[in-house]
């Protein structure tokens, strides 16, 4: 055995790190170089090489070309030598196990704890773990691999890898023989959800790489959000390199080696969060996780006139403070002068260090704020997905028995899928995992048109199929996306950590009381839940409006558009014979008397169609919002029109659904908060649909309380405010941005209404 006794790290858990595919363990090393000084007080880290030989890319030879020869895990080109599945694991083995033996003789005893890995690294490291996880629901030992807690994916991808090719492969899983490359699904979406990885991972992306929505998919589709968390930096395909990047990436690292108890969780931890700038400057080992006292003496022994603390630290334990332990105080060195410090989140400013750094210990309730969501539509499904982003604690409560949608499509522009990305970017792969197509996309031109066209009268002589068109809107290079949206909404559901989701809950009262720390939902069904906020999203007919507003208040029900809607999905080979390929291809509105019909295509091989018409009858409220029809009900609300419509109207299903239009044109909701109760979405500014843009403006919403809900826990660990008047506040603010929109949003929508 060759012990190195200069080596502080031998006693520390170790992390086995496995590099991407077409480099090696010593290029990785030094890829890895600040993420590993930033780790070395905490972790050992130990490299692996691959067994296979590999090209390298061009990025690759640009740097480290002298650095051969060059390793994969896997078969990464078709064109590489095939080799079966139970070949490449045993030499997978092999290679982990001579790493691991190698770290033992160099006199390394720590725990192995955990999986680092960068590309094809990252994706063997899913795989390792995910086999793990399966045998151990089979109960089957396994005596290949150290039990692994964590792992960290830096620019990962899917599928998952079954890697016991002596034991059959479960269903959503593919052997390791198969090629890396084209980003393709190997596996269908349905069969993720039950081998979804439960393990705890951290997601490192790059958002300017080429690969960012396989690395996305891995997170979202084959790991279970509960267990994961998130850093995307500025960066494209490569290991983050620059202080800041690499400290958010170690700061997850220490917090889930926390979670799995590999570091002891009763011991405060900083993070800087801002490079320290200043002549007493902490080398870059310190910018990131290490023991509160192991900062402060660092700082110490640099300054004059201040006590020295002793080595090792434990001594510092002993002579100056308790070891931490939740709502324990301990001292801390601000500015020559001892402060006591309590267990929840505090940031102190050091002036002179100029550095800003956040005591992290456990989550505490003080500064974390409940949220109840009303409505499981897709606008409290998308404020669930933001608002647990960023730490908030989130019940959702929904009447339904299940989630469900109805079989139409739905568009949204390029700067409503912008904040969809910046509430939370799996809303945006669930959204294209659902089939979003970019509508009215040529391939001489990337961008997106809204076609409005003559759809009664003005044919051309000889020519049936002509329609004259009265207006063509740019929208931009991928200006509007469709999907289905009972798809959509499907895929929304798997967004959201398990847990979260109350169906069932048919809202009845809520009791908001000053005097009170909470917030009380009493349901129908006699249950009762308590949160110190509510947020509803209960839709078009909102309960929460109601008493929010009061029951003898117009504004709390919407009105009657005197419009009706009939919708079909329909296949696209089909609406090609009717209409030409042009149309179908492409989204348009044809207009005209008392009615209009718009199509676009919703994913590869369907189109949506709607048909809406004016109705002169009333709508009574206590009336069901939808109602039983037929297609001769459409034909005869279009008749006399021009041959492709009626040609299109004729696939549309014999019996359907006829859907009354209502909205809040007519008496707007004057307030959209009161206390800790706030309206959202539909339940706020309810509009006719002649915009396509009602569920656009519930997603604007969502972001606009996403962000509020990040400030206000931000607020809550600098001890500026209380949790109930801070949400308030918060609220308040909601309240303000939101008139200004929603006032807009009414009147346009208002005034087409009046002129369609």
């Known amino acids: 055995m060759i012990v190195n006794a200069n080596d502080s790290t031998l006693h520390l858990p170790r992390i086995l790190c496995l590099h991407g595919g077409g480099t090696n363990a010593r290029i990785f090393r030094m890829q890895c170089r600040v993420l590993e000084r930033m780790l070395h007080p905490h972790f050992r880290l130990v490299f692996a090489e691959a067994p296979l030989p590999a090209r390298p890319g061009p990025d690759v030879t640009s740097v480290y070309k002298d650095y051969g020869p060059f390793k994969a895990w896997l078969r990464v080109r078709p064109e590489d030598l095939a080799q079966n599945a139970h070949d490449i694991v045993r030499k997978i083995e092999e290679s982990l196990a001579a790493a691991r033996l190698a770290d033992d003789c160099r006199g390394a005893t720590g725990d192995w704890v955990g999986l680092l890995g960068f590309s094809q690294g990252a994706h063997l490291a899913v795989g390792i773990l995910a086999t793990q996880q399966e045998l151990r629901r089979r109960g089957e030992d396994d005596k290949v691999w150290p039990a692994y807690r964590f792992a960290v994916l830096l620019a990962g991808r899917g599928p998952l890898r079954w890697l016991r090719p002596d034991l ?52 979202y589709q084959n790991c279970d959000t509960c267990m994961t968390r998130l850093v995307e930096w500025g960066g494209n395909h490569r290991v983050p390199i620059k202080v800041r990047d690499a400290a958010s990436v170690v700061e997850q690292i220490l917090s889930v080696a926390q979670q799995t108890g590999v570091l002891d969780g009763s011991l405060a931890r900083l993070h800087t969060l801002y490079a320290i700038q200043g002549k007493y400057e902490v080398p870059s080992t310190y910018k990131s996780g290490l023991t509160l006292f192991g900062l402060f003496y660092h700082l110490n022994i640099r300054r004059k006139g201040c006590p020295k603390f002793g080595r090792p630290q434990r001594m510092i334990f002993r002579k100056y403070g308790a070891l931490w332990e939740p709502g324990a105080k301990m001292l801390c060195f601000i500015k020559l002068q001892w402060y006591y410090v309590c267990q929840d989140f505090n940031i102190k400013i050091t002036a002179d260090l100029q550095t800003r750094i956040m005591i992290v210990p456990t989550p505490d309730m003080a500064t974390t704020p409940e949220i109840a969501i009303v409505g499981g539509g897709i606008v409290g499904l998308v404020l669930a997905a933001g608002l647990t982003r960023r730490g908030v604690q989130v019940k959702l409560y929904e009447q339904a028995r299940n989630f469900r949608e109805i079989g139409a499509g739905i568009g949204f522009t390029k700067n409503t899928v912008g904040c969809m990305e910046k509430i939370n970017p799996a809303v945006v792969t669930a959204l294209r995992s659902g089939g979003a197509v970019n509508v009215s996309l040529d391939q001489q031109d990337p961008k997106s048109y809204l076609r409005w066209i003559d759809g009664y009268g003005q044919q051309r002589e000889g020519d049936p199929m002509y329609q004259k068109p009265l207006l063509k809107l740019d929208a931009g290079v991928k200006g509007w996306e469709t999907v289905r949206r009972d798809q959509f909404l499907e895929d929304l559901v798997k967004v959201i950590p398990e847990g979260v989701v109350h169906l069932r809950k048919r809202l009845d009262t809520i009791e908001d009381n000053e005097d009170v720390d909470k917030v009380y939902l009493n349901f129908t069904d006699g249950t009762r839940a308590e949160a110190d906020a509510v947020i509803a999203c209960d839709g078009i007919k909102s309960r929460a409006r109601q008493l929010l507003l009061g029951l003898d208040n117009p504004a709390s029900y919407p009105q009657y558009t005197h419009k009706v809607a009939y919708r079909a999905l329909i296949p696209m ?184």
């Open 573 to 756: 080979d089909k609406v090609v014979a009717a209409i030409g390929e042009y149309k179908t291809f492409r989204q348009h509105m044809h207009v005209g008397p008392n009615a209009h019909l718009i199509h676009y295509p919703v994913n590869t091989n369907t189109i949506g169609a709607t048909v809406v018409v004016s109705d002169p009858n009333d709508w009574p409220q206590d009336k069901p919002t939808t109602a039983r029809a037929s297609r001769k009900d459409v034909f005869e609300a279009l008749a006399g029109w021009c041959t492709p419509v009626r040609n299109l109207v004729e696939l549309f299903p014999e019996e359907l659904d006829q859907w009354a239009l209502f909205d809040l044109f007519e008496y707007p909701v004057p307030k959209y908060n009161k206390g800790r109760v706030c309206l959202m979405g539909d339940a706020a500014h309810a509009s006719s649909p002649h915009h396509g843009a009602g569920a656009s403006f519930g997603i604007e919403d969502a972001l606009c309380m996403s962000t509020l809900m990040s400030e206000l826990i931000m607020d809550l660990r600098e001890h500026r405010t209380s949790k109930a008047t801070a949400l308030r506040t918060a609220f308040e603010t909601y309240d303000k941005i939101l008139d200004a929109f929603a006032t807009f949003s009414n009147n346009r929508s208002g005034l087409t209404r009046l002129s369609a």
């Open 168 to 219: 059959p492969m479960p269903r959503g899983f593919v052997d390791a023989g198969q090629c890396t490359t084209g980003g393709e699904p190997l596996v269908a979406v349905d069969l993720l959800q039950d081998n979804r990885l439960r393990t705890p991972t951290v997601h490192v992306h790059g958002q300017t790489d080429p690969g960012l929505e396989l690395h996305r998919r891995l997170l």
